[in-house]
């Protein structure tokens, strides 16, 4: 009892209601629901201050979808073992699992629920043990680990339960939470990125506030409101999006799913209104965060009445008669058909129908708008293929798409294409005559031609690489490294390529065109790359939304 922080939490934990308190099941069941609270509360907060690797504000969404699918396997008054509840948690997370951040978090707790001995409840030095497998298991997903993120601050949470493990439960969490408090405020030393754009960590935040809200959860502290704020996402919710889901009618069109964002959104006015568009309509959320649901013929609709809303992301359109044939091509009583599938994670309807017409089966989603584990998996089962490579197509979603391959008894290679221009690559590469891994290596081989420029407006000012950038402004990243803020978008096109161009040699160019841009803009962009460069210039409409371009150099 010599340190002074254990003796402060000592102090601070003399209360009988809680002095002594082991974890049982309710009890963690209640804790992650706090916790998923929280992260939900701050999520827009958490958004605003991601900027590593990017500017794009992605970081807090991606942890609170997460938490909120790990909650949505559990009630308050669970009555399993503290096992089963976090196994529960921990599985459901993983099919959840939004970015890097959510894989990332996923890890962490299914790391904390593997328990060896099976505990029915939790005392302070068997939670300890939890936090050191959390830090493990998180630190072994990532190949790069970087310092001065969640692996820092769940680091330091391992190490300050290590240090309080013979002490009550309460007091093991509550010097967790300290130490990450203080991880994540030390977290600009750390990564230099930070310091320049003025921010701690928003992976670290995130973990932070977790915590902080299980501590709460723990303590019984703010039980209604906790209760309260879940109400929005509950596990009834989830059922009835499964039955949705699984009973669809073919006739119904389009499965379209989205999240809008904004101020004092009107839930009942835009349930009317997706009423009037399409049925099994499910609108859930609260004046600022609304989730929808709804089978309809006229989705690009549907997407655009909600931008009037506000803000737009999560975005899912799933053709329900091909999710049928889908579903049946999976059933285990059809034999795997022979030869190699491939599934690409395509952002835009222009690349999707490009992936298709090239063979590819479409996961929707990328930057913004991640696929979960899950996702990636029922696209590789639903193949009926006895041999299946896997594009992410982003970087955010590669390791989903390693989880995703897991543990299937059909034979799956994740390519790391990290970008769209990287996907078409490989896929021009594919030879279904050839054998599996010589189709691997020549896909390999294609991508690492690709270099890839993606055009798109800063999320928030900042300083990154000594480049100053406001916000809104135009920016260019080459391979996801910020390379360029300029004053158009075009100009930021050309900028990148007259990099990539500078360290390389190339042949072809090819301009993905976003939502919104038009083609009068797209053409003088490759007209202009034409002339300055004397090198032939693709332009695709890809349709992707929130990057006007993006640019392959290969």
Not at 213 to 218: A, H, K, N, T, Y
Request: aromatic share 2%.
């Amino acid at each position: 009892m010599g340190n002074p922080l254990i003796r402060r939490l000592h102090h601070n934990a003399r209360n009988p209601r809680i002095t002594g308190l082991t974890i049982d099941g309710a009890t963690l069941a209640r804790m992650f629901r706090a916790g998923a609270a929280a992260l939900r509360a701050q999520a827009d907060a958490i958004n605003a201050i991601n900027v590593f690797p990017v500017p794009d504000g992605d970081t807090g969404t991606n942890l609170s979808l997460t938490m909120q699918a790990a909650a949505g396997a559990i009630t308050l008054d669970d009555e399993r073992s503290a096992e089963v509840v976090a196994t529960a948690a921990a599985k459901a997370a993983l099919m959840g699992a939004k970015g890097n951040s959510g894989v990332i978090l996923s890890q962490i707790l299914a790391g904390f629920a593997a328990m060896p001995d099976h505990d029915a409840a939790l005392d302070g030095a068997s939670l300890a043990r939890a936090f050191a497998r959390a830090r493990d298991a998180a630190y072994k997903v990532v190949s790069q680990p970087k310092e001065g993120t969640i692996l820092t601050a769940i680091a330091a949470a391992a190490d300050a339960a290590a240090l309080a493990g013979n002490a009550s439960t309460v007091i093991v969490l509550d010097a967790v939470v300290t130490a990450t408090r203080e991880a994540v405020d030390r977290t600009p030393d750390l990564l230099p990125v930070l310091k320049e754009a003025g921010v701690v960590d928003a992976g670290a935040q995130g973990l932070y506030v977790l915590l902080d809200g299980m501590l709460r959860g723990l303590r019984g502290e703010e039980g209604a409101t906790a209760a309260a704020d879940l109400g929005a996402i509950d596990p009834a919710w989830l059922a009835a999006t499964v039955r949705t889901h699984a009973h669809g009618d073919a006739q119904s069109g389009f499965c379209t799913e989205f999240v809008v964002t904004g101020a004092a959104i009107d839930a009942d006015a835009l349930r009317t209104r997706m009423h009037a568009l399409g049925n099994s309509v499910l609108v859930v959320g609260g004046d600022d965060v609304v989730r929808v649901h709804v089978h309809t013929h006229v989705p690009d609709d549907a997407l655009a009445h909600a931008r009037t809303l506000g803000d737009v992301s999560h975005e899912k359109v799933d053709d329900m008669e091909a999710q049928f044939r889908a579903l049946a091509a999976s059933s285990p009583s059809v034999a795997p058909t022979e030869g190699i599938a491939v599934v690409a994670v395509a952002l835009g309807d222009g690349i999707a129908e490009l992936f298709e017409s090239m063979g590819a089966r479409v996961v929707r989603g990328g930057q913004t708008m991640n696929p979960s584990a899950g996702d990636i998996r029922a696209a590789i089962e639903a193949t009926g293929a006895s041999e299946v490579i896997v594009l992410p197509d982003n970087k955010n979603v590669v390791m989903a798409a390693k989880l995703a391959a897991e543990g299937l008894a059909t034979l799956v290679a994740v390519v790391e294409t990290r970008s769209i221009p990287q996907g078409v690559a490989a896929l021009v590469a594919l030879n279904t005559e050839a054998p599996f891994d010589e189709n691997v290596a020549a896909m390999n081989d294609a991508i690492a031609s690709v270099t890839t420029a993606e055009i798109t407006l800063a999320a928030r000012p900042t300083r990154i690489h000594d480049i100053d950038v406001r916000a809104g402004q135009p920016i260019g990243l080459i391979d996801g490294d910020l390379a360029v803020a300029a004053e158009t978008i075009a100009e930021a096109a050309h900028q990148c390529v007259a990099r990539i161009l500078a360290a390389r040699d190339a042949s072809l160019i090819t301009l993905y065109v976003g939502e919104g841009e038009t083609e009068d803009a797209a053409n003088a962009i490759a007209d202009g790359l034409r002339e300055r460069h004397g090198l032939d210039v693709d332009v695709v409409h890809g349709g992707q939304p929130h990057y006007p371009y993006f640019v392959g150099v290969e």
